[in-house]
C-alpha cells in the first residue's frame, strides 16, 4: 500500500528565505506524485505534479520539485518565499485509478 | 470555466441528525470524488464515481454515509444519523475522465461539518 510522510506540520521561513517542505512517499510501483496546496478558505490547488516524464517539475507559483527514487522524496522548494505563499501544503501519491493518498499537510509560515 | 462548487460551506448539526453535502464538479467531467478531513489527521479517500456508477467506495466509513450521483453529474453525500466522529471538512474533486492515473483531480473548497 502506499502512503505519504510529510516532515513537519509547521515549517517558519522569512519572506525572502528558501522554502522548503519535505515528502517521502512509499509505494511498491511507480508513484505519481502531487503536491496541492489550501490557501485559507479555498479548496486545493493544484502546485506541480510527477508523471516521470522528467525529475525535477515546475509548477506554479515559483515552485518546483524534484523525485529521487533512491530517497524515495519528493520535496517541495521555492528560492524565495513571498508572503504570498503563506498556506498549508499537501503532498500526495496515486498509484491506483481512484485513490489519492495524502500526507497530513505542512503549514507554511511567512514572517516580514 | 467554473470550478467544483460545494453546498453548504459549512454545516453545524446536533448528533443524531441527517446532513447532505452538494458537489457540482466542473461541467464535463466524468469523474467525481469524495474526501474528507478529519481534524488533525490527512485528507482521506471516500469514493470515486465515474458518472453515475460507483466506481470504488472503499474509503466510505460505515453505512451512516450514502452517496449518490443520479444523472452523472451532481453528487450528494448524505451523513444519517451524524455522529460527533464525523466532524471535519469534507471534499469533492472532479476529473475530465479516462483511464489516465496521472490526471489531475480538480477540488473544490470543502465543506466544514461540525457535529455537536
Known amino acids: 500500500a502506499q502512503s505519504v510522510t510529510q516532515l513537519g506540520s509547521h515549517v517558519s521561513v522569512s519572506e525572502g528565505a528558501l522554502v522548503l517542505l519535505r515528502c517521502n512517499y512509499s509505494?511498491?510501483?511507480?508513484?505519481?506524485l502531487f503536491w496541492y496546496v489550501q490557501y485559507p478558505n479555498q479548496g486545493l490547488q493544484l502546485l506541480l505534479k510527477?508523471?516521470?516524464?522528467?525529475?525535477l517539475v515546475k509548477g506554479i507559483n515559483g515552485f518546483e520539485a524534484e523525485f529521487k527514487k533512491s530517497e524515495t522524496s519528493f520535496h517541495l522548494t521555492k528560492p524565495s518565499a513571498h508572503m504570498s505563499d503563506a498556506a498549508e501544503y499537501f503532498c500526495?501519491?496515486?498509484?491506483?485509478?481512484?485513490?489519492?493518498?495524502f500526507g497530513k499537510g505542512t503549514m507554511l509560515l511567512v514572517s516580514p | 470555466e467554473a470550478g467544483v462548487t460545494q453546498f453548504p460551506s459549512h454545516s453545524v448539526i446536533e448528533k443524531g441528525q441527517t446532513v447532505t453535502l452538494r458537489c457540482d464538479p466542473i461541467?464535463?467531467?466524468?469523474?467525481l470524488y469524495w474526501y474528507r478531513r478529519v481534524m488533525g489527521k490527512e485528507i482521506k479517500f471516500l469514493l470515486h464515481?465515474?458518472?453515475?456508477?460507483?466506481?470504488?467506495e472503499s474509503g466510505m466509513p460505515n453505512n451512516r454515509f450514502l452517496a449518490e450521483r443520479t444523472g452523472g453529474t451532481y453528487s450528494t453525500l448524505k451523513v444519517q444519523p451524524a455522529e460527533l466522529e464525523d466532524s471535519g471538512v469534507y471534499f469533492c474533486?472532479?476529473?475530465?475522465?479516462?483511464?489516465?492515473?496521472?490526471?489531475?483531480?480538480?477540488f473544490g473548497p470543502g465543506t466544514r461539518l461540525l457535529v455537536l
Open positions: 474533486a472532479s476529473s475530465q475522465g479516462g483511464q489516465k492515473i496521472q490526471e489531475t483531480q480538480y
Open positions: 509505494s511498491s510501483v511507480p508513484p505519481y
Open positions: 510527477y508523471t516521470s516524464a522528467a525529475t
Open positions: 500526495a501519491v496515486r498509484t491506483g485509478y481512484s485513490t489519492l493518498t
Open positions: 461541467s464535463g467531467h466524468d469523474n
Open positions: 464515481f465515474v458518472k453515475e456508477s460507483k466506481q470504488d
